[in-house]
């Protein structure tokens, strides 16, 4: 027992509980070690464990000693920096307006049966496929629900799409043939992206224009020139056009 008074030794804090989303990695922030993962709903783990509490000196107070100059210190409790991060959701991620034709993509070239309609929010929750790549090989493929402009301002539900943007390695752009302004929907799309993370923009980037069904090669000629520098290509979800071809352009971007 220590010569100590402080009678803040007495109080007990309770346990700080975070929540935190399914997927949530805990690393120590500076070994970078992995301490757990979060991975079923419920499941609990302790990040920094604390110290018992200590007995502040009112606990020895006794008839013959009314003030007593002692009390029993806490034990040491952990302290230092920990990082909470979410596993990377899939290979890669889908990014567009609603309507981009996103999950009919998913739907070809994987089996998932993602919700596919002409409505905004059709797609809530990401939905992820296993896409099958020639020999034997495989990539995962998630089917983000579509961003809205002004998402990153927390406008509908936006914010909580960008956050599984997050979570791919690469983003596939789509793009569909009928915008009005290919370009500048693309950029409107990179825009959000930013304001909520700049981060977001260091993962590679494809960009692709979908439903290109409804285009002839003058029309595609026309795009190609309005998206100026930016490489793109062209496929169809519905007559399989470029299908192929963009399995070998994720592949590539996935190998380099
Ligand atoms: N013409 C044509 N329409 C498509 C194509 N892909 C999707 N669509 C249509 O576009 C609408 C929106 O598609 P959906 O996949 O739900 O878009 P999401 O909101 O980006 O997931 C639906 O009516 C689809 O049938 C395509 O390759 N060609
Ligand atoms: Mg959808």
Redesign the pocket.
């Known amino acids: 027992m220590e010569d100590l008074a402080l009678d803040t030794l007495d109080e007990r804090n309770e346990d700080i509980y975070l929540e935190v989303p399914i997927g949530t990695i805990a690393k120590d922030a500076e070994t970078g070690e992995v301490l757990f993962e979060i991975n079923a709903d419920g499941e609990t783990a302790i990040l920094a464990k604390g110290g018992r509490g200590g007995l502040g000196n009112v606990h020895f107070k006794s008839p013959t000693m009314q003030t007593p100059r002692f009390a029993q210190p806490g034990e040491d409790f952990e302290e230092g920096w920990k990082i909470l991060e979410l596993k990377i959701l899939a290979d890669v991620g889908?990014v567009?307006?609603?309507?981009?034709?996103?999950?009919?993509?998913?739907?070809?070239v994987s089996a998932a049966k993602?919700?596919?309609?002409?409505?905004?929010f059709?797609?809530f929750v990401p939905n992820l496929g296993i896409v099958s790549y020639r020999d034997n090989q495989s990539f995962i493929m998630a089917?983000i629900?579509?961003i809205i402009e002004g998402a990153h301002e927390g406008k509908g539900l936006g914010l909580r799409f960008l956050r599984h943007i997050e979570r791919n390695s690469i983003l596939l752009f789509?793009i569909?043939?009928?915008s009005k302004d290919h370009y500048n929907e693309y950029q409107i799309l990179l825009n959000e992206l930013k304001q909520f993370n700049p981060d977001l923009l260091d993962k590679q980037r494809l960009v692709a224009i979908?439903?290109?069904?409804?285009l002839d090669e003058d029309l595609m000629k026309e795009i190609t020139k309005e998206m100026k520098e930016i490489p793109h290509f062209f496929?169809?979800?519905?007559?399989e056009r470029g299908i192929t071809e963009l399995k070998d352009l994720i592949w590539k971007s996935l190998t380099i």
């Open positions: 889908l567009g307006f609603p309507n981009a034709g996103k999950s009919t993509l998913l739907s070809k993602p919700e596919i309609a002409a409505y905004q059709t797609t089917d629900p579509g789509l569909p043939a009928d979908s439903k290109s069904d409804l496929f169809s979800s519905i007559t």
